[in-house]
């Protein structure tokens, strides 16, 4: 079993989560369902697969049992772009956060980790 964050919920806790565009954009989407005594009830609509037993019901950080991913869509064009509509050296990165604060601070001996997928694309 994969070691937990520092906060013992795993999925259960709301977070936040940041795409930052260096000069200066940030973007972010926070899941509030998260912990709800009923959340996922309300996903089943959306393909969530109900009565798995256990805590199927409950809200959780951005997804539930059975259900599609949503894409988070950004368009960063103005970020790099800006206005004059020539591109600038721009930098992207990614936090995760609980409480406005890292949810694993360092040291650790085996720190949780996230599988995250991002992509850029333009055309």
């Given amino acids: 079993m994969p ?3 520092n906060n013992n919920c795993a ?3 709301v ?3 940041a795409i930052t565009v ?3 954009s940030v973007h972010t989407e926070t899941f509030t369902a ?3 005594e009923f959340g996922g009830t309300f996903e089943t609509i959306n393909g969530a697969l109900p009565n798995e037993h256990g805590t199927w019901q409950y809200g959780r950080d951005g997804w539930q049992d059975g259900s599609a991913v949503r894409p988070w869509l950004v368009d ?3 970020d790099i772009f800006g206005a004059g509509g020539q591109p600038a050296n721009t930098t992207i ?3 995760g956060t609980f409480q406005g604060k890292d949810p694993n601070p360092p040291p650790q001996e085996n720190p949780p980790y ?3 997928h991002m992509y850029l694309s333009w055309y």
Avoid: L, N
Wanted: charged share 10%; net charge negative; glycine share 8%.
């Fill in 3 to 5: 070691p937990q964050d």
């Fill in 11 to 13: 999925e259960f806790c």
């Fill in 15 to 17: 977070t936040s989560h």
């Fill in 22 to 24: 260096s000069p200066g």
């Fill in 34 to 36: 998260a912990g709800t």
């Fill in 76 to 78: 960063i064009t103005s």
């Fill in 93 to 95: 990165s990614y936090r």
């Fill in 114 to 116: 996230m599988v995250v």
